[in-house]
């Protein structure tokens, strides 16, 4: 059951998509060589308590709760990376997920960052990742289901060489971080039959394409969270909450408007 919302509901969703955004340029900024995952989390957090935003992601259950406000994933890691001591170093890719509740409503975002230095290819990763991002937000103002969407990412994202994340999908969103409907990243006939919906007014969705360099394999690493790639190499992510309106997609989790002040 999908909850459709009224324009004064996504303005209200914008301003929890305010600080997520705030959120990611403090995380943005620390990004560094030699800086740990923690360092981050704990800035992150303490911008989330200066704006009055509740953090979303800690405590969330598993056989252990979520420890952190982000999910920081270093390299082979794809998503739900526990921050902490590991520090990063020129040459990683780190993938930073993160989101926010502000009077009741969520926003979910992501986002991978280059590390100093990258590979050629690593760099072609994190274009390709948000480069389908990019292709999703703009064909859901122009395609009428999801699926139609779906499948245009998946070919995006094989044309250029790499493999699309089957294990974890985007999400509705609003009152709840996760909502109906599922958003995957890819169409199966089965999604196509089954879980289809319209591309319609007052939809919110966590869109959040996950791309691997090589196989689109992912294992559940000991620490009961981390997902990381079966092969070793490199995954990128990014995210955005992102509502239809009367006037086409609006990302809400992205940087101020004229007339739109920033978090601090
Ligand atoms: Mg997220
Ligand atoms: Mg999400």
């Given at each position: 059951m999908v909850n459709l919302r009224s324009q004064r509901e996504i303005a209200l969703m914008r301003r929890a998509g305010l600080v997520v955004w705030g959120a990611h340029q403090v995380a943005a900024a620390m990004?560094?060589?030699?800086?740990t995952t923690g360092e981050i989390d704990a800035a992150v957090e303490a911008f989330f308590a200066r704006n009055s935003a509740v953090p979303?992601?800690?405590?969330?259950?598993?056989k252990v709760p979520f420890p952190a406000v982000c999910c920081i994933s270093v390299n082979?890691?794809?998503?739900h990376g526990i921050p902490g001591p590991r520090v990063l170093r020129s040459g990683d890719v780190v993938s930073i997920d993160t989101g926010c509740s502000v009077g009741g409503w969520c926003g979910d975002s992501a986002r991978t960052h280059p590390v100093g230095e990258i590979s050629e290819d690593a760099r072609r990763l994190l274009e390709c990742t948000s480069g389908v991002l990019d292709l999703a937000i703009d064909l859901m103002g122009k395609r009428s289901r999801w699926s139609d969407v779906a499948t245009e990412m998946a070919t995006f994202v094989r044309d250029r060489g790499f493999s699309v994340v089957e294990n974890f999908v985007g999400h509705g969103i609003g009152?709840?971080?996760?909502?109906?409907p599922q958003v995957p990243n890819y169409c199966s006939p089965a999604f196509r039959r089954n879980y289809d919906f319209e591309l319609e007014t007052g939809l919110v969705i966590a869109v959040e394409p996950m791309v691997n360099m090589g196989t689109k394999k992912v294992r559940l690493m000991p620490d009961h969270w981390t997902q990381s790639t079966v092969d070793g190499l490199p995954s990128a992510h990014f995210e955005h909450t992102i509502a239809i309106t009367e006037e086409g997609p609006e990302v809400l989790t992205r940087g101020p408007d004229a007339g739109e002040s920033a978090p601090v």
């Open positions: 990004v560094r060589p030699g800086i979303l992601f800690k405590g969330v259950p598993g082979d890691e794809v998503v009152r709840k971080m996760h909502e109906d």
